[in-house]
T-cell receptor, first 117, second 110 residues
Framework: GAVVSQHPSRVICKSGTSVKIECRSL??????MFWYRQFPKQSLMLMAT?????????EQGVEKDKFLINHASLTLSTLTVTSAHPEDSSFYIC?????????????FGEGSRLTVL | GQSLEQPSEVTAVEGAIVQINCTYQ??????LSWYQQHDGGAPTFLSY????GLEETGRFSSFLSRSDSYGYLLLQELQMKDSASYFC???????????FGSGTRLQVQP
């Protein structure tokens, strides 16, 4: 079945640095990918919709200059957390839907746990 | 916009049956999904209801009533490994992402 892969699974960085998280659809093309953030014991909150070849669409309250999204190919979207601060520490999860095949089910990557010191 | 409500916690014993309810409000409706998430892991798909009625997949079943904007996930023959968080989610059409409920934390006790 369709698989979405995310890397790195865990990252620890110093405050003020930038961190890039990659999300790949391994066996299908994804013109659209979705980035979620999840704080401990809370739900998944949609941050932005990544669109291949065009600008991402950000949800209200999400700073586009802080969370840079690039979707340069049909199988790769990247999320860069710029100038990270401790409050950005969270579980970031990407997802994609195989629109051409399968059931249209939304598949999730393994998630990336970011800890900002 | 969309909003979903589900209980925050449920506790049950091994072998029992548990039902997790979900009510939703959406501007458009394209089905109700259920996901399971273990601590530290990513959500995994469990079930989807696009039409009214019951969908059964092994020990898990899901039900939808569109007229009541209500659905539930039924877990039978509970096992310890079923201890996890369960989320209901809706999609408002097209290629939009899912909106998740707040999640129900299920604890299965021996």
């Amino acid at each position: 079945g369709a698989v979405v892969s995310q890397h790195p699974s865990r990252v620890i960085c110093k405050s003020g640095t930038s961190v890039k998280i990659e999300c790949r659809s391994l066996d299908f093309q994804a013109t659209t990918m979705f980035w979620y953030r999840q704080f401990p014991k809370q739900s998944l909150m949609l941050m932005a919709t990544s669109n291949e070849g065009s600008k991402a669409t950000y949800e209200q309250g999400v700073e586009k200059d802080k969370f840079l999204i690039n979707h340069a190919s049909l199988t790769l979207s990247t999320l860069t957390v710029t100038s990270a601060h401790p409050e950005d520490s969270s579980f970031y999860i990407c997802s994609a839907r195989d629109l051409l095949g399968g059931t249209g089910e939304l598949f999730f990557g393994e998630g990336s746990r970011l800890t900002v010191l | 916009g969309q909003s979903l409500e589900q209980p925050s916690e449920v506790t049950a014993v091994e072998g029992a049956i548990v039902q997790i309810n979900c009510t939703y409000q959406t501007s458009g409706f394209y089905g109700l999904s259920w996901y399971q998430q273990h601590d530290g892991g990513a959500p995994t798909f469990l079930s989807y209801n696009g039409l009214d009625g019951l969908e059964e997949t092994g020990r898990f079943s899901s039900f939808l009533s569109r007229s009541d904007s209500y659905g539930y996930l039924l877990l039978q023959e509970l096992q310890m490994k079923d201890s996890a968080s369960y989320f209901c989610a809706v999609r408002d059409g097209g290629r939009r992402a899912l909106t998740f409920g707040s999640g129900t934390r299920l604890q299965v006790q021996p």
